[in-house]
């Protein structure tokens, strides 16, 4: 009788991210599980902050709040979207110090911080790299199985958590083309290139 066939394929891990949609207000958070290929649904939710309080009580809040969702689901990655340019620099100062806050909670915890732009994590979940907020609701709700309505802070912080993992678990060997001459990439290359198209 012939011995089994050794696999070549590399097993996966499974890996349990926390992607985080940092607002002052507002801060959204997913956990998205990932065993091979297989995307799991975890839990989502928001860590809301009254306008009343002061920025720096709102920006320990969030931290209180990313801490206790760390604890308690111990992630082994964190995902965020990275930063970008806004005419108000007021809104963008305050998203800045939100992000800080959550770089701050993940370091605290020894937990490695992903970032990916707002077009990669769409195109990893919508396949468009300008897809609107609606559908990236709507493919975040198809992908884990996830009924009933989503707040959009923790839609896009689950998009965040699904875009690592496809970045980290899928690489496409061929590609025959976007453009025509690519024959062989990175699923982040491929990514790029369906941005801009």
Same mark, same amino acid.
């Given at each position: $009788?012939?011995?089994?066939? +050794?696999?070549?394929?590399?097993?996966?891990? @499974?890996?349990?991210?926390?992607?985080?949609?940092?607002? *002052?207000?507002?801060?959204? =958070?997913? %956990?998205?599980?990932?065993?091979?290929?297989? %995307?799991?649904?975890?839990?989502?939710? !928001?860590?809301?902050?009254?306008? *009343?309080?002061?920025?720096?009580?709102?920006?320990?809040? !969030?931290?209180?709040?990313?801490?206790?969702?760390?604890?308690?689901?111990?992630? &082994?990655? /964190?995902?965020?979207?990275?930063?970008?340019?806004?005419?108000?620099?007021? #809104?963008? %100062?305050?998203?800045?110090?939100?992000?800080?806050?959550? %770089?701050?909670?993940?370091?605290?915890?020894? !937990?490695?911080? #992903?970032?990916?732009?707002?077009?990669?994590?769409?195109?990893?979940?919508?396949?468009?790299?300008?897809?609107?907020?609606?559908?990236?609701? +709507? $493919?975040?709700?198809?992908?884990?199985?996830?009924?009933?309505? $989503?707040?959009?802070?923790?839609?896009?912080?689950?998009?965040?958590?699904?875009?690592?993992?496809?970045? @980290? &678990?899928?690489?496409?060997?061929?590609?025959?083309?976007?453009?025509?001459? /690519? +024959?062989?990439?990175? =699923? @982040?290359?491929?990514?790029?290139?369906? /941005? +801009? @198209?």
């Amino acid at each position: $009788m012939a011995p089994p066939l +050794k696999s070549s394929a590399r097993r996966l891990p @499974r890996e349990s991210i926390l992607g985080i949609d940092p607002g *002052s207000l507002v801060t959204g =958070w997913g %956990l998205v599980e990932s065993e091979g290929h297989q %995307l799991r649904y975890q839990s989502h939710g !928001i860590i809301g902050i009254s306008p *009343s309080l002061s920025l720096a009580e709102r920006l320990s809040h !969030i931290y209180r709040g990313l801490h206790e969702i760390i604890e308690r689901y111990q992630p &082994t990655a /964190v995902s965020l979207e990275k930063v970008f340019f806004s005419r108000n620099a007021q #809104s963008a %100062l305050k998203l800045g110090q939100a992000r800080g806050v959550a %770089l701050l909670a993940a370091a605290e915890h020894q !937990i490695g911080v #992903s970032e990916y732009s707002a077009a990669e994590i769409k195109v990893a979940v919508a396949g468009y790299g300008r897809a609107t907020k609606e559908q990236v609701q +709507k $493919m975040v709700r198809a992908l884990l199985c996830v009924r009933g309505a $989503m707040r959009a802070d923790a839609a896009d912080a689950l998009a965040a958590a699904i875009c690592h993992i496809h970045l @980290r &678990t899928i690489q496409p060997p061929v590609i025959q083309s976007l453009n025509g001459r /690519v +024959k062989k990439t990175s =699923w @982040r290359d491929c990514l790029e290139l369906a /941005v +801009k @198209r």
